[in-house]
C-alpha cells in the first residue's frame, strides 16, 4: 500500500494497493481506523471511485475483498472546526473550551486579536469556519468565529483598582491559529 496524505488540512487519504508482480489478487480485509476527532458519523471509503459498505469495529473501519493491483482507496474524513471540552473533574478546565479542527488544536493570539486576550470570550454559539490562508506562517487553514470582547476601558480613567461592577460587552470576529504555531508568528509575520 502507498499512502497520500492531505491531513491535516483536507480529510482526505488515498491509498494505492501494489501486489507482487506474481498475484493478479489477493483477498484480504483492510482496517482503518477512525480518529477520535472524527465524530461526525461514519467516515466515507471509496474503491475506485465507487463508495463502498464498511463495518466498523473497535475504532477501525474495515471492509474485505478481493483487491487488484493499481486498486485505489480514498478514505474520506471531513475536517471541521468544532468546540471540545475536557472533563467536568479537571478543575482546571472546567468551564472552558479548546477549539479543534481534524488533528489539530488551535490557539487565539494578541497578535491577530489584540491585547489582553483575558478579555476575549467566546459567543454562545461562535460560528466556527475555516479558510486557507497560504500567506500566514508559512501557509495554514485559519479558523474564525464569534466572539464577546470585555469593553469597560473608558470604566477605569481613574487609578482605583476596584469599581461597582459593570459588563459592557461587544460583539467580535476573533481568529485562531493552529496551536503549533502559536508563538512563531513574530518570526515570519
Known amino acids: 500500500m502507498h499512502q497520500r496524505s492531505e491531513l491535516p488540512w483536507n480529510g482526505r487519504v488515498e491509498f494505492s494497493v501494489q501486489l507482487p508482480k506474481d498475484s493478479e489478487c489477493a483477498e484480504f480485509k483492510l482496517a482503518l481506523r477512525i480518529p477520535d476527532w472524527f465524530q461526525n458519523g461514519q467516515p466515507t471509503l471509496k474503491v475506485n471511485g465507487e463508495q463502498q459498505d464498511i463495518y466498523v469495529e473497535k475504532g477501525y473501519a474495515k471492509i474485505k475483498r478481493s483487491w487488484s493491483d493499481g486498486n485505489t482507496v480514498e478514505w474520506l474524513l471531513p475536517v471541521e ?27 487565539i493570539e494578541e497578535a491577530d486579536n489584540g491585547a489582553p486576550l483575558t478579555l476575549l470570550a467566546l459567543a454562545s454559539e461562535p460560528q ?12 495554514c487553514v485559519v479558523v474564525e468565529g464569534d466572539g464577546l470582547v470585555t469593553d469597560d476601558s ?17 460583539a467580535v470576529r476573533f481568529k485562531a491559529i493552529p496551536y503549533y504555531l502559536w508563538g512563531i508568528g513574530w518570526l515570519v509575520r
Not at 91 to 98: I, S, W
Request: proline content about 9%; aromatic content about 8%; overall charge positive.
Open 128 to 139: 466556527l469556519t475555516a479558510y486557507a490562508d497560504p500567506d500566514l506562517l508559512g501557509g
Open 154 to 170: 473608558d470604566l477605569w480613567s481613574d487609578e482605583k483598582p476596584y469599581r461597582s461592577y459593570i459588563k459592557q460587552t461587544k
Open 81 to 107: 472546526p468544532k468546540l471540545v471540552a475536557a472533563h467536568p473533574l479537571i478543575r482546571a478546565d472546567a468551564g472552558k473550551v479548546a477549539i479543534q479542527r481534524g488533528p489539530l488544536v488551535y490557539c
